[in-house]
């Protein structure tokens, strides 16, 4: 993918949607909520390039925006904006069919999950200069923040075309990481130290962000609203992160995080099953 080529920025009225968002078109005043949709068993990689999967019934996104709209309106997540807000997150996940559909429709997301665990366990297992080079990553001399940029590129799939979404989630995760363990001042040799808690950390919080990321994509074209001025869709926007980073409470403490075949079988279960999480409880009621 390379962050250079990166989703290049807005086009038309709806200023944060980018070009793999589903049409959001003939928006009402709907206020029930669509249908369960939960799709079957997961196949991998069944629907390339993060196009979602969705349903036969008529626009099916109508109802998530709609509480959006009611959300934006609230100001922010106080009682009434939280409950506008769930039943936003909630339409969001059904309309790609349910948690299935969604993890389905969530492949180079789930790819780039799998790249950030291989890199941090290789990382913790075998040293980073390893990990690098089994990621075709200079090392010896590299500057820390050529690294991190070099990094990103490599974890996420080429071609997706939900870049954005992949591209920035990534990035956050790995600033968070480098931030976290101060990598700028102690040197990308703290990798090495990585525990197995810290990668499942590294890992659950990436699939948070990227749902996060990919639902706002979609969405949050309500917060730009021109009622609305930029300091407030910044709060509501950062109110929303934090919503569903608390939300998405993902754990697969089960799995040894530095014995995982990233690539292979193991792996995959391992991050569809996390992916699969996080959508389920976004689409609950709870």
Known sequence: MGTSNAYSGPV?????????????DRVDDETSDPGDGEAGPDQEDSTPNDVAVLPTTPNPWRAPKDAMTRFARTGGLGANGRRQFRRAARGFVRAQ??????????????????????????AATSG????????????????????????????APAGALAEEAVAHAAAETVEELFEKYAVRD?????????????????????VAVYINT???????????????SHPQAYRMERDVKRYIVE?????FETADALN??????????VVDDIFREGFALLESRQ
């Open 12 to 24: 038309g009225p709806n200023t944060l949607l980018p070009p793999w968002a589903p049409p959001l």
């Open 97 to 122: 069919g349910g948690a299935g559909g969604a993890t389905r429709s969530s492949s180079a997301g789930r790819a780039t999950a799998r790249g950030l665990g291989g890199f941090l366990s290789s």
């Open 128 to 155: 980073v200069a390893a990990a690098a080079r089994q990621f075709g990553l200079a090392y010896v001399g590299q500057d820390v923040d050529a690294f991190f940029v070099a990094l990103v590129d490599a974890i």
């Open 186 to 206: 102690a040197g990308l040799e703290v990798l090495n130290a990585l525990t197995p808690e810290a990668i499942r950390d590294a890992v659950e919080r990436y």
């Open 214 to 228: 990919r639902l706002m994509h979609v969405l949050a074209s309500r917060l730009e609203d021109g009622a609305y």
């Open 247 to 251: 939300r998405v409470e993902l754990e």
């Open 260 to 269: 995982i075949d990233w690539s292979g079988s193991e792996g995959r279960q």
